[in-house]
């Protein structure tokens, strides 16, 4: 009953390194999501996917790229990541029509 | 463009007191509406949600809210506080049809036993 797993938990960067976050979700989920979590200013969303092979821009897109290769995974890159990408990232997934999201536990990341 | 308000941000309460915790949003068509709660160090976990019927939605844990379509605002309420419902609750909307939720920026809840 995994649900929606992301790895890794927590990471350390230096500014300019590179790194992928990984979302798994084996519901079947078409739907799936980046937010990043700032304290004050809630979930934004990054990038989403509507299936396989989709992806479009959320509200802050800015420096993250995206793909989603197979139907349940999603994953998010940093190319060079920058401290103002410090943040708590969230992946979720959602069926189709009325369904809620689903939200995995987190990954915290440090950018140094 | 579309947003959403949670106008109480910090919010502490002693246990058995009751909850309101306000939201509202801006979005003129058909919504679907979400309460999400946060316990400290854990994913959004879904309260209730609202997609049409009886405006008045019962979830986890002894919370509802209602859905004021004039008003646009979904509040979430609680009778009676427990320490436990220590959280940052979130709401979000969903506009029909869109893959997007919105959500605010959420309220964080201190009950104090």
């Known amino acids: 009953n995994a649900g929606v797993t992301q790895t890794p938990k927590f990471r350390v960067l230096k500014t300019g390194q590179s790194m992928t976050l990984l979302c798994a979700q084996d519901m079947n989920h078409e739907y799936m999501y980046w937010y990043r979590q700032d304290p004050g200013m809630g979930l934004r969303l990054i990038h989403y996917s509507v299936g396989e092979g989709t992806t479009a821009k959320g509200e802050v897109p800015d420096g993250y790229n995206v793909s989603r290769l197979k139907k349940q995974n999603f994953l998010l890159g940093l190319e060079s990541a920058a401290p103002s990408q410090t943040s708590v990232y969230f992946c979720a997934s959602s069926g189709q029509g009325t369904q809620p999201q689903h939200f995995g536990d987190g990954t915290r990341l440090s950018i140094l | 463009a579309q947003s959403v308000s949670q106008h109480n941000h910090h919010v502490i309460l002693s246990e058995a007191a009751s909850l309101e915790l306000g939201c509202n949003y801006s979005?003129?068509?058909?919504?679907?509406l979400f309460w999400y709660v946060q316990y400290p160090g854990q994913h959004l976990q879904l309260l209730l949600k609202y997609f049409s019927g009886d405006p008045l939605v019962k979830g986890i844990k002894g919370f509802e809210a209602e859905f004021i379509k004039s008003k646009f605002s979904f509040n979430l309420r609680k009778p009676s506080v427990q320490w436990s419902d220590t959280a940052e609750y979130f709401c979000?909307?969903?506009?029909?049809?869109?893959?997007?939720?919105?959500f605010g920026t959420g309220t964080r809840l201190k009950v104090l036993a």
């Open positions: 979005y003129g068509g058909t919504v679907n």
């Open positions: 979000a909307v969903r506009p029909t049809g869109t893959y997007k939720y919105i």
